[in-house]
């Protein structure tokens, strides 16, 4: 079993939706949360990072970290075709490397 | 502000050779990293180094070498390039503060042939 489990999509909305975007873990010990986006040929860039639980909110973007259930997600409120990208969830425990997740494809459809 | 730049972005090889990427940065962090990213796999720590002069083993080491040569840039080598090491190899830099990659580059494309 992976350390961290993302939903590979595509995940296919229409322009104007709110996106919902989902990652599991097993380690208790994880306490940052960050979110990348990559678009297609492109580096991964750091769109939200978050510490512990709570949410964060950046704009169109809300990220949310459950520790309790171990679960993170990131919202995407009025979604545009620019979104349109693979979204990856990392995390860590304190001193430690990021783990990633896989990605999940977005495709938002004008 | 070019951020991070990797040298080269698409490379083909043989079993067997060697070759070095290259890679800098212009926002004077402290933390350098190589990652390689394969399908279904997410993104795979290969070696680090939290600052110059330093450098230390990620999740996947075997098969590379890397050599932090100044402050700027973080090289990576594999000196006997197998199938297995086709994938798409990352830069990335981050602060002290964070200790984590914030800034990425746009990755090499690496097949072995």
């Known amino acids: 079993q992976k350390e961290v489990e993302q939903d590979p999509g595509p995940l296919s909305v229409p322009e104007g939706a709110i996106v919902s975007l989902n990652c599991t873990y097993s380690?208790?010990?994880?306490?940052?949360f960050m979110w990348y986006r990559q678009y297609s040929r492109k580096g991964p860039e750091l769109l939200m990072y978050?510490?512990?639980?709570g949410n964060k909110e950046d704009g169109r973007f809300t990220a949310q970290v459950d520790k309790s259930s171990k679960y993170i997600s990131l919202f995407i409120r009025d979604s545009q075709p620019s979104d349109s990208a693979t979204y990856l969830c990392?995390?860590?425990?304190?001193?430690?490397?990021?783990?990633f997740g896989a990605g999940t494809i977005l495709r938002v459809k004008s | 502000n070019a951020g991070v730049t990797q040298t080269p972005k698409f490379q083909v090889l043989k079993t067997g050779q060697s070759m070095t990427l290259q890679c800098a940065q212009d926002?004077?962090?402290?933390?350098m990293y190589w990652y390689r990213q394969d399908p279904g796999m997410g993104l795979r720590l290969i070696y680090y180094?939290?600052?110059?002069?330093?450098?230390d083993k990620g999740e996947v080491p075997n098969g590379y070498n890397v050599s932090r040569l100044n402050k700027r840039e973080f090289s990576l080598r594999l000196e006997s390039a197998a199938p297995s090491q086709t994938s798409v190899y990352f830069c990335?830099?981050?602060?002290?503060?964070?200790?984590?990659?914030?800034?990425f580059g746009d990755g090499t494309r690496l097949s072995i042939l």
């Open positions: 978050t510490y512990s639980s």
């Open positions: 180094s939290a600052s110059e002069g330093t450098t």
């Open positions: 380690n208790s010990a994880f306490q940052y």
């Open positions: 990392a995390m860590s425990g304190r001193g430690d490397k990021l783990v």
């Open positions: 990335a830099s981050g602060t002290v503060y964070s200790n984590q990659p914030q800034h």
């Open positions: 926002m004077n962090h402290n933390s």
